[in-house]
């Protein structure tokens, strides 16, 4: 099991700024299970997100002009590429203790095989603190 708190502390460990990236991205490549909790380095957070995909999105939109004699109005859809999970939902995870309930969120990401629940290879999932629940309760 290997732990960081964001991608910029693996370039850093393993030689820096470019040598540093390509020895941690052929590291990562080897790791088939990730889990990410709430996050705010832009870098990791959007090399978590590409990781999980892009997939088409539809975007419907919807116009009307016009004054009371005449008007005007036009519907359509739109298709785009953009992320299943955008970077900033990994900001946005919960991150446990008393102000969320004890829960933490992650998203769970496993490399050749879809999980049952989403039919993709990634998973928002949450745990339960029960063991700090306990020590900030003073049971």
Known sequence: MYLTQSLPGFYSALGGEHSGKAETDAFLTNLQTKIFHCNSDPVTNAWAADLCSRSYQYRHNFGAAGTERRSSHSAGVSESLDYEILPREFSRLRTGGP?????????????????????????????QQEALRDVESGS
Do not use: C, E
Request: proline content about 0%; charged content about 25%.
């Open 99 to 127: 102000d969320h309930g004890f829960l933490v969120d992650a998203i769970l990401f496993r490399s050749g095989r879809a999980f049952r629940a989403s039919g993709k290879n990634f998973l928002r999932v949450q745990f």
